[in-house]
């Protein structure tokens, strides 16, 4: 039997000897214990699965082989996932090109109206080329915050995650400290991160002034609340595998919910609930967390509505 083949499959397999010790493991095996083949090989099997829910135990009678371990990864939730992805990426894509195209043209745009401003004796006229100007800078501002997210590489470092959330708290408090109440749940045990420190923030932040948004836009909300909360979870499925530990940062609130139109749609680009918003929140902040390795996810019914930003963290 060559077990390579066992490579071509998305759930991880073990194949042990007669003493229960790993003698090989699939590629989707490394992935999910988050170990090398090498450092897989020779290791006690039952320890190692102690914590795994659904094992399948085949025995062999192939020696070396004696047992063939199968965990089901949950591939349909991961099939799901890169759809979504590969279309989020595409559309993303498609705006930033167009995002370039439009910049020169508007910067020359812009140039002109100034110039002619100067030329204007007749102020009610430069109320104009006011207007020219100002919707200009919004069209400038916009162009920006699509092309943003390429401009540079990440910068990595490490740090504690709850310096990202202090911050976060800090900024909404100042904003809308006075109107809800803001509950900070920490898990103090989460380890250091590996990560860019000001994507992750602006990622959190963009979810998290989402909510605040959410509980002050909507008059008549009883007692409006929102929590930051921080946990270690396990075995968390994200976008191309199954990650045995990983942080989740979660933005919750009591507000009335994700309108059911936007739900299937409210990572794409430009797609917004709000008068006055432009819908690049989510998308930037699922873009952040992809370039991480990790992604953003929710659930929302009226009453409760969840953002997850989950990171993959390395084992130690
Ligand atoms: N916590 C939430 N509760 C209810 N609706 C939400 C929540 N978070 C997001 N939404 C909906 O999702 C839409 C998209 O959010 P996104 O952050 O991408 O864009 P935006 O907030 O409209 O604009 P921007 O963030 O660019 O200023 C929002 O307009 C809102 O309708
Ligand atoms: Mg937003």
Known sequence: MDPAGYDLLKTAVLLLDGDRRVRHANTAAEEYFGLSRRQLEGMDADPLIGMVQSVVKVPLRAAPWAWLYEIPVRATLLDDRQHAHAEQTAQRESLRNLAHEIRNPLSGLRAAAQLLEGELEDPGLRDYTGVIIAEADRLVDLVERLVSSQRQGLEIRCFNIHEVCERVYTLLAAEYGRRIEIVRDYDASAPELRGDFSRILQALLNVARNAGQALTENPGLQ??????????????????????????????????????????????????????????????????????????????????????????????
Do not use: C, Y
């Open 223 to 316: 007692a409006p609340r929102l929590i930051l909360r921080t946990r270690v979870g396990h075995q968390l499925v994200l976008l191309r595998r199954q990650v045995r530990m990983g942080l989740v940062l979660s933005v919750i609130d009591n507000g009335p919910g994700v309108p059911d139109a936007l739900r299937d749609k409210i990572f794409h680009p430009l797609l917004t609930g709000r008068a006055q918003g432009s819908g690049l929140g989510l998308s930037l902040a699922q873009e952040f967390m992809q370039q991480h390795g990790g992604l953003v996810e929710f659930d929302s019914r009226p009453g409760h509505t969840e953002f997850r930003l989950i990171l993959p963290m390395e084992p130690l």
